[in-house]
């Protein structure tokens, strides 16, 4: 098995907008996928992808159902870079803006996108095998059920999905939850059963299946689906239960370089945490389904082992409630 060093395929980059166009670097690779957020303001989640391409029609964002460009020209990336990407401020603050702070999580897929014909619906695919990642773009069908490649040597156990050409929500799968429930990113909703989202059918190691919903698979409709699974000393999807206690650890097996983490049996926000920000407690929050500006308070630990929930916030650790995590590795020290 390939040993993966982490910030070769996932890394946090922070800087400060300059109003107008400027390269940011620091990446220590060429992203894939580009997630940004301001974080001193109240600005959308702007997230680009190499498989869609750059530039100020290919932005989508986490906190709402906007078709793809609806708002690029608040800011937008106009290309990705050996060592980062450069973003243009547009008209607003979404990545760019005079003085204001920005984070930007980064991951590496597989560069080109290559057509892939595993599925049922032909996919175009980036995928860092490796890393457990790619990124994923096809056309609906409507067809129930229909398969969709995903280019990884493994079944992925998070998928994040979204309609490109209409104002759809985001919809999510998790194997935590299994393959009759979906989560949407862009709400705070808990966990829904349909069987038109997945089908009732788990992921395999070639393909990951939908069913006829507009949200994941309408005749015509264009998707991206991001697709991650679990990595030894890298990368890990899983689940966990709040105490409603402080001190609740999670173990994942490294040390962590970000989180994210959402209540699933309850409703409750996308939390977002990461090294970069703060050192430790790693308190600075960012939520994925808000525009809100970034918020402190004494939330998570980011150990050398996992996270520890060190609040007893009902949407991180109400006693109880299953929560579904993301996490990436930092660089062993």
């Known amino acids: 098995v390939p040993t993966i060093v982490p910030s070769e395929s996932f890394n946090t980059v922070l800087y400060t907008g300059n109003g107008s166009t400027q390269a940011i670097t620091g990446a220590g690779f060429e992203p894939d996928f580009t997630w940004i957020k301001q974080r001193s303001g109240g600005a959308s989640h702007s997230l680009q992808d190499s ?16 078709a793809e460009g609806t708002y690029g020209q608040y800011g937008y990336l106009s290309a990705f870079g ?41 996919s175009q695919v980036s995928a860092n095998v490796d890393a457990g990642f790619s990124i994923v773009s096809y056309t609906g069908n409507s ?4 398969t969709v490649a995903h280019g990884l040597d493994s079944a992925p156990e998070l998928i994040m999905v979204k309609v490109l050409n209409q104002s759809y929500p985001w919809n999510v799968f998790s194997a935590s939850i299994g393959n009759t429930k979906y989560l949407k990113l862009n709400e705070t909703s808990a966990a829904a059963t349909q069987i038109s989202r997945w089908n009732n059918t788990s992921p395999t190691s070639a393909v990951f299946t939908i069913g006829n919903d507009g949200d994941v698979n309408g005749n015509g409709l264009n998707y991206i689906a991001y697709a991650f699974h679990s990595v030894d000393g890298f990368s890990k999807m899983g689940s966990y239960t709040g105490t409603g206690a402080t001190g609740n650890t999670i173990v994942t097996g490294f040390e962590s370089a970000f989180v994210m983490i959402k209540a699933s049996s309850a409703s409750g926000s996308w939390y977002m945490f990461d090294d970069k920000r703060l050192t430790s407690p790693y308190s600075d929050q960012l939520i994925a389904n808000s525009s809100a500006a970034e918020a402190t308070g004494t939330y998570v630990d980011l150990d050398s082992n996992g996270f520890t929930l060190n609040t007893t916030a009902s949407d991180l650790n109400n006693s109880g409630v299953t929560f579904i995590f993301m996490a990436f590795a930092a660089d062993p020290t």
């Open 51 to 66: 498989v869609r391409g750059a530039g100020q029609s290919k932005n989508i964002y986490s906190d709402n159902t906007a």
């Open 82 to 122: 050996t060592d980062g990407f450069t973003v243009v401020q547009g008209s607003g603050s979404h990545t760019n803006a005079n003085s204001s702070t920005y984070v930007a999580w980064n991951w590496k897929a597989g560069g080109a996108a290559v057509s892939n014909t595993d599925g049922t619906i032909t």
């Open 143 to 146: 067809t129930i059920p229909s």
